[in-house]
């Protein structure tokens, strides 16, 4: 399973989109029913959810052993 859809939560959590999702003029994010998508334009979601723009990638990890 995958995490929460950021649309439509009972209780307002912080949200984060990867600044990269802003070259697409539309992106598709869970529509809070297991299987449904919708389209959507990324700034219109920030907009929408208050959202915090990102760069949220990490590379090269080295983990300890």
Same mark, same amino acid.
């Given at each position: 399973?995958?995490?929460?859809?950021?649309?439509?939560?009972?209780?307002?959590?912080?949200?984060?989109?990867?600044? +990269?999702?802003?070259?697409?003029?539309?992106?598709?994010?869970?529509?809070?029913?297991?299987?449904?998508?919708?389209?959507?334009?990324?700034? +219109?979601?920030?907009?929408?959810?208050?959202?915090?723009?990102?760069?949220?990638?990490?590379?090269?990890?080295?983990?300890?052993?």
């Amino acid at each position: 399973r995958g995490g929460c859809t950021p649309i439509g939560l009972t209780t307002p959590f912080p949200t984060f989109i990867r600044s +990269a999702c802003l070259q697409f003029d539309t992106i598709y994010i869970g529509a809070g029913v297991r299987g449904l998508q919708i389209a959507i334009n990324p700034n +219109a979601l920030i907009e929408f959810i208050g959202a915090s723009v990102q760069d949220i990638i990490v590379q090269n990890v080295v983990q300890d052993e």
